[in-house]
């Protein structure tokens, strides 16, 4: 048993685990994805990253600043990231987010809840949401 697993073993546990799922799926590749916005000094106002996996989309994070807040701002960035994600072949977006997060905020634009992670870590909620992509959205 491991505390600390030494990085050579994860490697190897994930280079098997992914040679047997080729033998089983198409060659697929993920590709990272990122879109920010920046006011004219330069500095970060709120971004969206995340990842394109097949018909996948994947939104692992997106902030705002506080102060941009309520503006928009938000929902430009998920609209591009969104965007971007349909561009590359996907069809659904999934994320998640806690209870104090944005759970309304996703639910506004069309996620809809897939499961809740109780307990987690220890108290809280984790929420897990999905999107289907529409063409017409897109035009």
């Not at 990122?34 to 996996?53: K, P, Q, T, Y």
């Not at 994947?58 to 965007?83: H, I, K, S, Y």
């Not at 971007?84 to 997060?101: A, K, P, S, V, Y």
């Not at 809840?113 to 897990?128: A, N």
Request: hydrophobic share 35%; proline share 6%.
């Amino acid at each position: 048993m491991f505390d600390a697993p030494p990085p050579e073993l994860v490697d190897t546990l994930r280079g098997r685990i992914r040679d047997f799922n080729r033998q089983h799926w198409p060659e697929v590749t993920r590709k990272p994805l990122a879109v920010a916005v920046h006011n004219d000094e330069g500095e970060l106002l709120g971004g969206a990253s995340g990842s394109s996996f097949g018909h996948w989309l994947q939104l692992d994070w997106l902030w705002v600043d506080p102060a941009m807040q309520g503006q928009g701002l938000g929902q430009q960035l998920l609209t591009e990231f969104e965007r971007q994600g349909h561009q590359r072949g996907c069809r659904w977006c999934l994320l998640d987010t806690l209870e104090f997060q944005a759970k309304p905020f996703y639910q506004k634009r069309g996620y809809k809840e897939v499961w809740q992670q109780h307990d987690y870590p220890l108290t809280g909620q984790r929420s897990y949401l999905v999107k289907a992509f529409t063409e017409e959205r897109f035009v």
